[in-house]
């Protein structure tokens, strides 16, 4: 069968091929692991012109290698952006885009709920060298345009939110904030759908952050990151913010391991989404469950967003117990087949308790302010059979 190299391949296919060409390499069906942190030049001029950037080629692995490379050219063609820069940790990629886009009285608008990591800098990081972050409810589009200034530099939001599942339009967004500015950059951090579910860029975003800890390596067995974008801002981030701000850089052995992850990555999204899906549809008619957050319902009140800019309705689920706190810890404590841990997209069902663990950097009060309650209990659907899960969460709810 003949490939017709001018249709767009599938999504699925180009999870698999993108970015590499094994008769470039020996016919090797898997990418190399390049285990080097220099390379050799044949000559004075050809190191200057590696420096310079004037000559393509790599010099030194803190800046590139040659597995990272095939990654990134398979991150960038599945988000369908111009570039991407894979990086040592998911945090690694939010702070070096982000030193990299601001200074000091520079902006940041920031949508109310956030990962705790990520809040932390903003807070802890950047408004100690001078950036001012403005804490807005981007569902509220209003309130958004009245917060746009001359110093606005970045629109930063995750969608769906972790952990409490609120669903940004990114379209209407991005709209909004460029007819205001298109100078300011639009980024957004697409760790919960990956872009086997949404593409932000296609909505008009102008960077997407991911860590491919989670669904993109897929396995649990590594720590990493990426952001995509359009070329020269994808390569300023690599020149100042990761080589001279962060140093986050990755390693070849964990490229390789999410190269591996991403050709399964739409299958496995397709179970975790089924097995979601389930599972919030037991929950919501669960006694014990007060409420269910979860896009895939048709009662969630950000249904018709999601339906709108996301292909499936993704592997996460937050829900409250009608006996609050006391009744979470209950439950977290009685189960057997899904581990209590934090992180998600791993092929184990993961469950945790945000406000004690992944954000518990925010105090009592910020958690009030930012929409994240005491008894919000989190569930990363993973890949087992659904009635396993389903039995699980059902005699750990008997609690």
Same mark, same amino acid.
């Given at each position: 069968?003949?490939?017709?190299?001018?249709?767009?391949?599938?999504?699925?296919?180009?999870?698999?091929h993108?970015?590499y060409?094994?008769?470039?390499?020996?016919g090797?069906?898997?990418?190399?692991i390049?285990?080097?942190s220099?390379?050799? *030049?044949?000559?004075?001029e050809q +190191?200057?012109?590696?420096?310079?950037? #004037?000559?393509? +080629?790599?010099f030194?692995?803190?800046?590139?290698n040659?597995t990272?490379?095939?990654?990134?050219?398979? =991150?960038?063609d599945l988000?369908? +952006?111009?570039?991407?820069?894979a990086?040592?940790?998911?945090m690694g990629a939010i702070?070096?885009?982000?030193?990299?886009l /601001?200074?000091?009285g520079d902006?940041?608008?920031?949508?109310?709920?956030? $990962?705790g990591?990520t809040?932390?800098f903003?807070e802890?990081?950047l408004k100690?060298f001078g950036?001012?972050?403005?804490?807005?409810?981007?569902?509220d589009?209003?309130?958004?345009?009245?917060q746009?200034?001359?110093?606005?530099?970045?629109?930063?939001?995750?969608?769906?939110?972790?952990?409490?599942?609120?669903?940004?339009?990114?379209a209407?967004v991005s709209?909004l904030?460029?007819? $205001?500015?298109p100078?300011i950059?639009?980024m957004?951090?697409?760790?919960?759908?990956?872009?086997a579910?949404?593409?932000?860029?296609?909505l008009g975003a102008?960077? /997407?952050?991911?860590s491919?800890?989670? $669904?993109l390596?897929?396995h649990?067995?590594?720590?990493? +990151?990426?952001?995509?974008g359009?070329? #020269?801002?994808?390569q300023?981030i690599?020149?100042?913010?990761?080589?001279d701000?962060t140093g986050?850089?990755?390693?070849?052995?964990?490229v390789f391991l999410?190269?591996?992850?991403i050709?399964?990555?739409?299958?496995?999204?397709e179970?975790?989404c089924?097995?979601?899906q389930?599972?919030?549809?037991?929950?919501?008619?669960?006694?014990a469950?007060?409420?269910?957050?979860?896009?895939?319902l048709?009662?969630?009140?950000?249904?018709?967003?999601?339906s709108t800019?996301?292909?499936? *309705?993704?592997g996460m689920?937050?829900?409250?117990?009608?006996?609050g706190?006391?009744a979470? /810890?209950r439950? =977290?404590n009685k189960?057997?087949?899904?581990?209590?841990?934090v992180?998600?997209?791993?092929?184990?069902?993961?469950?945790?308790?945000?406000?004690s663990m992944?954000?518990?950097? $925010?105090?009592?009060?910020?958690?009030?302010?930012?929409?994240?309650?005491?008894?919000l209990?989190?569930?990363?659907?993973g890949?087992?059979a659904?009635?396993?899960i389903?039995?699980d969460?059902?005699q750990a709810?008997?609690?």
């Amino acid at each position: 069968m003949s490939i017709d190299r001018n249709k767009k391949l599938s999504f699925a296919t180009r999870s698999v091929h993108a970015g590499y060409d094994s008769s470039a390499n020996e016919g090797s069906l898997n990418p190399p692991i390049y285990m080097t942190s220099t390379y050799a *030049f044949d000559n004075v001029e050809q +190191g200057a012109g590696r420096f310079s950037g #004037e000559e393509k +080629g790599h010099f030194y692995s803190r800046i590139s290698n040659p597995t990272q490379e095939i990654l990134e050219s398979r =991150l960038a063609d599945l988000e369908e +952006g111009e570039a991407a820069l894979a990086t040592a940790s998911g945090m690694g990629a939010i702070t070096a885009t982000l030193w990299t886009l /601001v200074g000091p009285g520079d902006q940041i608008l920031v949508d109310k709920t956030l $990962y705790g990591c990520t809040f932390s800098f903003m807070e802890h990081g950047l408004k100690k060298f001078g950036v001012d972050i403005c804490y807005v409810d981007f569902t509220d589009h209003g309130e958004l345009q009245s917060q746009l200034s001359d110093k606005t530099k970045v629109i930063y939001f995750e969608t769906p939110v972790n952990p409490n599942m609120r669903v940004i339009d990114i379209a209407a967004v991005s709209t909004l904030v460029k007819d $205001y500015s298109p100078d300011i950059k639009i980024m957004v951090d697409n760790t919960y759908c990956t872009p086997a579910l949404q593409r932000p860029l296609t909505l008009g975003a102008d960077l /997407v952050v991911h860590s491919a800890t989670k $669904y993109l390596g897929g396995h649990g067995d590594l720590i990493a +990151g990426a952001v995509v974008g359009d070329a #020269e801002t994808i390569q300023q981030i690599r020149l100042f913010g990761l080589k001279d701000m962060t140093g986050a850089v990755i390693s070849p052995m964990t490229v390789f391991l999410i190269l591996r992850g991403i050709k399964t990555l739409q299958l496995r999204m397709e179970r975790h989404c089924q097995n979601a899906q389930a599972i919030a549809e037991m929950l919501h008619q669960h006694p014990a469950v007060d409420q269910v957050f979860f896009p895939g319902l048709k009662t969630d009140p950000w249904h018709a967003m999601a339906s709108t800019q996301m292909d499936d *309705f993704g592997g996460m689920i937050a829900l409250e117990l009608k006996g609050g706190y006391d009744a979470s /810890v209950r439950m =977290l404590n009685k189960l057997k087949l899904a581990k209590l841990a934090v992180s998600l997209g791993d092929a184990e069902t993961l469950i945790q308790h945000p406000a004690s663990m992944t954000h518990s950097v $925010y105090t009592l009060e910020e958690r009030a302010a930012h929409g994240i309650s005491e008894g919000l209990v989190r569930i990363s659907a993973g890949l087992e059979a659904i009635e396993d899960i389903i039995a699980d969460l059902e005699q750990a709810l008997e609690s």
